[in-house]
């Protein structure tokens, strides 16, 4: 059982940066994929980024070149850096972590433990 507290989330203005922390507890940090979904109003949660226990990262395009997601294993802490922010990156932010060998997909299905989300408001 993995559970995970986001920290970091808050208001900016239009090309603000925030940083999201995202730690760990139980489990073996080092066998997950770690990955940031967010949520708009409505019913599903958006793919963001994730990074694998190797390394590997994936990004949606909408976030391509603005955010970085990293993890320092030692610390059992994923982060996303969120560059350039627009008022459509406003959402609810939630980390989560995945064993699936299909993490790329996106999919919120493939994640198995989440953590609280916080709020990222971008205003104009």
């Known amino acids: 059982q993995v559970q995970l507290e986001v920290s970091g989330g808050g208001s900016v203005q239009t090309g603000g940066s925030l940083k999201l922390s995202c730690e760990a507890s139980?489990?073996?940090?080092?066998?997950?994929?770690l990955g940031w979904f967010r949520q708009a109003p409505g019913p599903r949660r958006q793919f963001v980024a994730a990074?694998?226990?190797?390394?590997?990262?994936a990004y949606n395009d909408l976030v391509r070149g603005r955010f970085i997601v990293s993890r320092d294993d030692a610390k059992k802490t994923v982060y996303l850096v969120m560059n350039n922010l627009t008022p459509e990156d406003t959402a609810i932010y939630y980390c989560?972590?995945?064993?699936?060998?299909?993490?790329?997909?996106?999919?919120?299905?493939?994640?198995?433990?989440w953590g609280q989300g916080t709020q990222v408001t971008v205003s104009s």
């Open positions: 989560a972590a995945s064993r699936s060998l299909r993490w790329r997909s996106g999919s919120e299905y493939q994640y198995d433990y």
């Open positions: 139980g489990g073996t940090f080092t066998s997950y994929t």
């Open positions: 990074m694998s226990a190797n390394g590997e990262t």
